[in-house]
């Protein structure tokens, strides 16, 4: 049985996190309905997008906060088909801490340098040696 709550769709999916590739995020977690700036051309991108996709915002924000990010968008002309804090299926998934998968050692490899650069500590170095290439 299909889910309610999901929006049928009729074109395919793309999910695009909010705070941090749409909204601006360096101040971090302000609180409930405090948003960030849009990101400079984030409008432009996510209209153009909207022309082939549907367009789900997905966010680590609660359900609380999934009409306000609605409302915040289309009050900047950003058409979305659905705001969730849930994984939806979707062809392409953009998001400021994402990192593609291609295999486990390069993909620990990219986490490590990437923790490196942004300064996240850590305990340890990941030991790569015994993963398969």
């Known amino acids: ?13 793309i999910a695009i996190d909010f705070d941090g590739t749409i909204a601006d995020y360096t101040g971090g977690y302000q609180g409930p309905g405090i948003f960030g700036e849009l990101l400079p051309g984030a409008r432009e991108a996510l209209v153009r997008l909207a022309e082939r996709f549907d367009i789900i915002v997905h966010t680590a924000r609660g359900p ?8 915040y968008l289309e009050g900047h002309g950003i058409p979305i088909a659905e705001v969730t804090h849930l994984k939806r299926p979707a062809a ?20 490590e340098r990437i923790l490196d650069r942004e ?14 290439e």
């Open 1 to 13: 049985m299909r889910d309610p709550r999901i929006k049928r769709r009729d074109k395919p999916a």
């Open 64 to 71: 609380d906060e999934h009409d306000r990010i609605q409302e």
């Open 92 to 111: 392409l998934y953009i998001d400021d801490r994402g990192l593609r998968f291609s295999a486990w050692k390069e993909t620990l490899e990219e986490a």
């Open 119 to 132: 300064g996240i500590p850590g305990d340890a170095t990941l030991d790569l040696s015994e993963l398969d």
